[in-house]
């Protein structure tokens, strides 16, 4: 599809699809929050729109595997992925709060970031593979018994704890309504919304162009190397930080950590820029991994501890507004500053990061105005 676009036409054309692609995912992770918050059926509240978005997703699968390489139709079914899997993601974010007690919810959010982090890993990994293989058909098809299996657990382990509201059963036009016009029963809850949201914002630009710094500034012989290297040890920093920080939150509070796990995130941005050696880098960058992990974990915990309980569905869903918001935000003022610095490769990268330790430290200055937690 992309071939009938000029050259520099086409990272353009990526972009709008991707974005346009997320945009629709978002909103549908939000409708379908909502929208679960008011079910009562039979099979419980979360159920039935976590078995829909899976159901309607395997047949997408299917296209992307015997068409996978059919123009217009790749950029409909991307959409479509969107779509249909945040159908069930808006309905199962919400499990974390309307099943764990309060006093379990870090140690329980530590796990699933674990998890979180462990299958984006294996997938960007082994589909990257797959496809750098030119193998994308297969890649499409090893999807659909990840989904029947980790669905099937899900759908049997909640079994007998999701159950439906008292509510009238839910209907469209609500929903559209309390999306556009959200009753703000947790003021405190849209701190935290914020302060995610630029706390992570703070740590995308070393995701997204540690490439080029490696190549232009630090001069490495083999940029790729030291990228494969950095995204390792920030993995293995997060999920144990996910864990450690996770459970460490339901003794001493979630504000505590994700506050200072900001800082520290601030703090080691702003000193990337100064750091000659890869080395240094490497330390530094594993701070930023921490902060991931506590996002990760800590943040879902007290995004339960906040919402309302019969509105989690709702309230987690503006929780992944905030994460998936600063993934679109950041690469777009990230890759300005670079372009606009184009002509001093290091001024744009110093500013860059300065400018990334600058929303950590306006996220953690958001997190202030939390609740104790």
Same mark, same amino acid.
């Given at each position: 599809m992309l071939k009938a676009f000029p050259l520099y036409l086409r990272g353009i054309a990526l972009g709008a699809i991707a974005s346009g692609?997320?945009?629709l995912g978002v909103i549908t992770n939000l409708i379908s929050g909502i929208f679960s918050d008011g079910l009562n059926t039979r099979l419980g509240r979360r159920r039935p729109l976590i078995i829909s978005g899976v159901v309607s997703l395997i047949p997408i699968m299917l296209l992307v595997a015997l068409f996978p390489y059919a123009g217009l139709l790749v950029a409909i079914e991307y959409v479509a992925m969107e779509i249909t899997s945040n159908v069930a993601q808006g309905s199962y974010q919400p499990l974390l709060p309307d099943l764990i007690p309060k006093e379990q919810r870090g140690e329980a959010g530590g796990f699933l970031g674990l998890f979180m982090l462990i299958g984006n890993a294996m997938g960007y990994g082994i589909t990257g593979l797959l496809v750098g293989s030119?193998? !994308?058909s297969l890649a499409a098809l090893l999807v659909i018994p990840v989904l029947l299996i980790t669905s099937t657990v899900t759908i049997y382990s909640i079994w007998k704890f999701d159950t439906g509201t008292s509510k009238q059963t839910q209907n469209f036009i609500l929903t559209l309504k309390k999306m556009f016009k959200p009753e703000i029963k947790s003021p405190g809850f849209f701190w935290l919304v914020l302060g995610t949201f630029f706390a992570l914002i703070g740590s995308s630009g070393l995701m997204y162009f540690e490439l080029y710094y490696f190549k232009y500034v630090l001069k490495l012989e083999n940029p790729a190397y030291g990228v494969a290297i950095t995204g390792l040890v920030v993995l293995l920093v997060a999920m144990i930080a996910s864990i450690l920080l996770g459970k460490l939150s339901d003794k001493v509070g979630r504000k505590k950590i994700l506050m200072y796990t900001a800082a520290a995130g601030g703090i080691s941005m702003a000193t990337i820029p100064f750091l000659k050696s890869f080395y240094a880098f490497l330390a530094a960058a594993a701070a930023v991994g921490a902060t991931t992990g506590a996002f990760s974990s800590v943040e879902a915990a007290f995004a339960g501890d906040l919402s309302p309980s019969l509105e989690t569905g709702q309230y987690m869903a503006y929780s992944n507004l905030a994460i998936g918001g600063s993934s679109a935000v950041a690469p777009i003022i990230d890759g300005t500053i670079i372009y606009v610095e184009s002509k001093s490769i290091y001024t744009g990268f110093l500013l860059?990061? !300065?400018?990334?330790? !600058?929303?950590?430290?306006?996220?953690?200055?958001?997190l202030l105005k939390t609740p104790k937690g």
């Open positions: 692609g997320v945009t030119n193998e !994308l860059m990061f !300065l400018l990334s330790a !600058l929303f950590y430290f306006i996220g953690s200055g958001f």
